[in-house]
Structures are given as structure tokens and as C-alpha cells.
């Protein structure tokens, strides 16, 4: 065979991959709308059925954030093995159903019920769903892993842009039972999914990219090795990166679970105001991951995991000071735009630290640190706003948390092959500096 004979089927392969996108962010687009939350959290709070406090109005969200850490770890082990489009079915079907569920829960008495069908189903079900087309699209985009990974994920952040005016309708004609609204929302979720991921598939054996050479100097370098799961276990760059990912979760889902309410107390918006600013921050949490994905392949990884902890911060600072509505906009736009970002860059960057043929395990497991972060941030703004409203004690501790947060990324670097010429073979630097 020929060589131009033996690169014609990835050219082939190579040109489809771009429909494998487009379904890809129709998935992630109907399992991204748990981003709307806030919207159900301020009518939860406000019902007459249900009248939650907002501790009691976070945590369905939290347990949805916190389940979806049990669905990639199982989803990412499958999917590396059996191949992505069963386990993004069947993650669609369950988060869908769990949505209709949630719907059945109608007061006071039945917030366990929400907590269940709302977080633990459907949360379950976004796990699985979610991590696969993250590790299928590294695999069909290993010359362009950073832009990939945000597009991959760009669709989970904007799909709160049409959820939430949409679900602000829904919950004004059910005011007294905003949770009417998860029934026509989960029907919406579950056909979306089950189109976007009957197109699933992995690359052909053999398949390449024509023309590409991981690259392995650069701002952005290849470890040259595909790492299994336990053996990435056994680096610490797998727990740097983990924290990494936790803190800038922490940070931006703070905001993300009080931004309806947040909108009102602090810069005076209305309800319906608050929740069309909420789906206008969702277009920032989705555009992040793709921005400082595609950014962080000319500056790099870490130095984009520095300047989205540390814009943050700032952000945070300001915001409780924010009663200008312009003003307190600009800096939540900034907060999702990080936010996002960490998701669109952390997936490249386990990409570079680790290879992509395991991605889903190991890229899923790292989804612990979504989990944790989806539970300590919210918990901690609530639990420091509560009823006095005091929003200047809650984001300065976020803002402390974020900045003291950027020396992690300073500190951690690739795991590096080198030459070892006394022994002759090539080990493994587990520190080494990028070049």
C-alpha cells in the first residue's frame, strides 16, 4: 500500500468530524441548562407551596453538581471501552427523566423528592453524559486539543441562555408551583439528547490526523505518553490539577447559585430582569470555554488557569460594591467567562498531561473536583448571605479562596519524558519545568 493510499482513509475520517461537533453541542447544550437553576432557586424561595429558604433552594443544584462526579467516573470508564454513543444515550435519558420527575415535587413536603428525581437522577444522568463527548472529540481533534475541548464543552455553558427566559415563562404561569415547569423542560432535554448522541462514534482503528506531530517543545507540549488511570493516580499533577479545577469551580458556581438573587439585592433588577441577565451570563460561561480554551494553546495552560483564578478575584471584590446594574453585569460576565474556561481548558490540559486514550477515565474522575467545588461554593454563600442578605462577607471569601488559588497553577508542571543516557531508555520527569 501506498503512503498516499494509507492516509486517504483519515483524510476521510478527518472530514467528518466536524458533524461529530455539531452533535456533540446539541448533548451538551439540553444537560448545560442546570446553569438556569438560579432562576428556580429565587421562585422556590418565593412560592407559596414551597417558600425555601436559600440554603434549602441551593441544594437540589448542589446535589446535581455533586452527583455528576459518580456519573463521568462510571461514564468514562464504559464509554473508553464500549465507545461513547450507548453511555451518552443512556446519560441523556436518565438526566431527561430525572427533570420530568422533579416536576411531581409541588410543596414544602416534597423538597426530598426534588432533591432525589432533580439531583440525584438527573445529576447521574448529566455525569454520564457529559464526559463523553469530551474524551470522543480529543480522540477525532488531536491537532487542535485546546479549541476542541472548549467546543466541546461550550454548548454545556450555553445551554442556559434559552433555558432560563424560557423557564422564567413556565414559572410565571405556575407561580405558586414553579416545579411544573421541569415537565416540559425535561421533554425538551430528553429529545435533544437522544438526537445529539445517536451520532456518536469513536475514530477507525488507525485513524490520524495527516500532517500532525504532538508537539513536544512549545508553551503547549505533549507528555508522550497515554497514561492509564491508575498510573495518572500516581502523579501529583493529577491532584494539582484536581485542585486547580476545584477552586475555579468554587469561585464561579458561587456566583452561578445566587446570580438571580444576587441581580435583585445588590444592583436592583427585577425578577424577570434577573433572570434575562442570567441567560445573557450563560452566553459568557459558554463563549469562556471556548475563548480561554483556544488561548490557552498560544500562552498555555497554566498561565491561563493564573489569570482566570485571578480575574475572579477581583470580580469578586467588587461585586457586593456593584449597585451599578451596568457595572455589576460587566463583572458577572467576567466570573462566567472564567468560570467556563476552566471547563473548556482542564480537559486539554489532562489531555497534554496524560494522552487521550484514556481520557474518559481519567478526565472523568478528575470531575471530582466539579463536585466538590459545586458543594463548597454554594454552601458557603448561602450559608454566609442568609437571611440579612450579607453578600460583602460571602464573595470576599470567595475573592480570598480565588486569589490565594492562582499559586497552584504557578507551581505545577507537565509530566516530561527525558533521555536517561547512563541507563539509555526514557523515564519519566514527574516535575519537570516547560521548556
Known amino acids: 500500500m501506498s503512503a498516499a493510499q494509507a492516509v486517504t482513509p483519515s483524510r476521510d475520517a478527518t472530514g467528518r468530524r466536524w458533524g461529530l461537533v455539531g452533535a456533540a453541542l446539541l448533548l451538551q447544550f439540553s444537560i448545560g441548562a442546570v446553569y438556569a437553576w438560579s432562576v428556580f432557586a429565587a421562585a422556590l424561595q418565593k412560592s407559596s407551596a414551597f417558600h425555601l429558604t436559600k440554603v434549602e433552594a441551593a441544594l437540589p443544584f448542589e446535589v446535581t453538581i455533586g452527583m455528576i462526579f459518580i456519573g463521568t467516573f462510571v461514564g468514562g470508564r464504559i464509554q473508553d471501552r464500549r465507545g461513547p454513543r450507548t453511555v451518552a444515550l443512556t446519560g441523556g435519558v436518565i438526566y431527561g427523566v430525572g427533570v420530568i ?108 490526523v495527516p500532517g500532525y506531530v504532538p508537539a513536544m517543545a512549545g508553551r503547549v507540549v505533549d507528555s508522550g505518553k497515554d497514561y492509564t488511570q491508575s498510573e495518572s493516580l500516581r502523579t501529583p499533577q493529577w491532584y494539582m490539577l484536581t485542585a486547580i ?49 483556544a488561548a490557552s494553546d498560544l500562552v498555555g495552560r497554566m498561565p491561563a488557569f493564573v489569570a482566570m483564578l485571578g480575574l475572579q478575584g477581583v470580580c469578586f471584590l467588587l461585586l457586593p460594591l456593584a449597585h451599578n446594574p451596568v457595572a455589576f453585569f460587566a463583572l458577572g460576565a467576567l466570573v462566567y467567562l472564567c468560570y467556563g474556561g476552566g471547563f473548556g481548558t482542564m480537559p486539554a490540559t489532562a489531555g497534554d498531561f496524560f494522552g487521550v486514550r484514556n481520557a474518559g477515565a481519567i478526565y472523568g474522575l478528575m470531575i471530582l473536583g466539579w463536585s466538590l467545588g459545586g458543594v463548597i461554593g ?29 499559586i497552584l497553577p504557578l507551581v505545577t508542571r507537565i509530566p516530561r519524558k527525558r533521555q536517561n543516557v547512563s541507563e539509555g531508555y526514557l523515564g519519566e520527569v514527574a516535575g519537570a519545568a516547560h521548556p
Open 245 to 293: 479545577l476545584t477552586l475555579n469551580v468554587t469561585a464561579g458556581i458561587s456566583l452561578i447559585s445566587q446570580a438571580a438573587g444576587s441581580a435583585t439585592d445588590i444592583a436592583g433588577y427585577s425578577a424577570t430582569a434577573a433572570a434575562s441577565v442570567v441567560g445573557v451570563w450563560a452566553l459568557f460561561n459558554g463563549g469562556g470555554r471556548i475563548i480561554w480554551a
Open 101 to 208: 420527575l422533579a416536576s411531581l415535587a409541588q410543596s414544602h413536603d416534597q423538597l426530598a423528592l426534588l432533591v432525589v428525581t432533580y439531583g440525584v437522577i438527573s445529576g447521574f444522568g448529566l455525569g454520564l453524559a457529559y464526559i463523553v463527548p469530551i474524551a470522543m472529540l480529543q480522540k477525532w481533534f488531536p491537532d487542535r486539543r485546546g479549541l476542541i475541548t472548549g467546543l466541546a464543552v461550550g454548548g454545556f455553558g450555553f445551554g442556559a441562555v434559552l433555558t432560563s427566559p424560557i423557564a422564567q415563562a413556565f414559572i410565571t404561569a405556575n407561580k405558586n408551583v414553579p416545579t411544573k415547569a421541569f415537565l416540559p423542560l425535561g421533554i425538551g432535554y430528553l429529545l435533544l439528547s437522544i438526537i445529539g448522541a445517536s451520532f456518536f462514534r469513536n475514530p477507525p482503528q488507525g485513524y490520524r
Open 378 to 406: 454554594p454552601q458557603i454563600v448561602a450559608t454566609i448571605i442568609g437571611g440579612h442578605k450579607n453578600y460583602g462577607t460571602a464573595y470576599l471569601t470567595i475573592a480570598v479562596i480565588a486569589l490565594v488559588g492562582t
